[in-house]
């Protein structure tokens, strides 16, 4: 409703439209899961007028389908995003989530986070998309996050050549699947030389080890 206000204000008053403009930040957020999410709109109602946004937060509101032509051609807008922020209420394509982060080539920092609580996940096989177009990306923070999208993030990551730009990571391991499969194994291998900080917390006890 709050949108639907905002974008038509912003298409009768040039004055907000301007405004709009100028805006750094935007936060998107949703507390109650059982109501429908809105992200989806977001794009469609002021994509057109946030030509300077640098920091984009989804919090809990991507709910609905993402249409491919409308959704991720308007998200393009954004060009400036330099920090995004998703965290997760419910299972999400991972096709989605790639084209979400696709959509902004400055991006230099990426945060995500799942709020599942431990329900099971509905994710389709990963598509690997190329990510030549993210060539800033120098931080990666991921907390709590399923099992199976987690391993299809260290997949899309590790085999896109971005790992090779990343020098900060923080993990907050969600099970001990994260360790004992070996997959974060992999994502630090990857990000080994050029890694300048890492934040793991491993549970106790663990004979888990990381060596350089």
Excluded at 76 to 95: C, G, M, Q, T, W
Aim: include cysteine; charge should be neutral.
């Amino acid at each position: 409703f709050q949108l639907c206000r905002l974008a038509r204000a912003a298409w009768t008053f040039p004055a907000v439209s301007d405004r709009l403009a100028s805006v750094r930040s935007v936060i998107l957020r949703q507390d109650d899961v059982d109501e429908p999410g809105f992200a989806h709109v977001f794009p469609l109602m002021l994509g057109q007028y946030l030509h300077k946004v640098e920091y984009l937060s989804f919090g809990n509101c991507i709910l609905q389908p993402l249409h491919r032509n409308l959704f991720f051609g308007m998200l393009r807008k954004l060009r400036d995003v330099k920090h995004l922020e998703i965290s997760l209420s419910s299972p999400v394509n991972f096709a989605d989530f790639q084209r979400i982060v696709n959509a902004f080539p400055r991006l230099e920092e990426l945060d995500i986070a799942d709020s599942l609580s431990g329900k099971p996940s509905q994710l389709t096989p990963p598509r690997l998309f190329d990510l030549p177009c993210l060539p800033k990306l120098t931080t990666v923070r991921i907390n709590e996050l399923l099992s199976d999208f987690f391993h299809d993030l260290v997949v899309w990551l590790s085999s896109s050549g971005v790992c090779n730009t990343i020098r900060r990571l923080e993990i907050s391991p969600y099970s001990e699947y994260y360790l004992e499969a070996g997959i974060v194994d992999v994502l630090l291998a990857r990000t080994a030389s050029t890694l300048e900080h890492l934040r793991m917390p491993i549970p106790e006890p663990s004979t888990y080890s990381v060596l350089y």
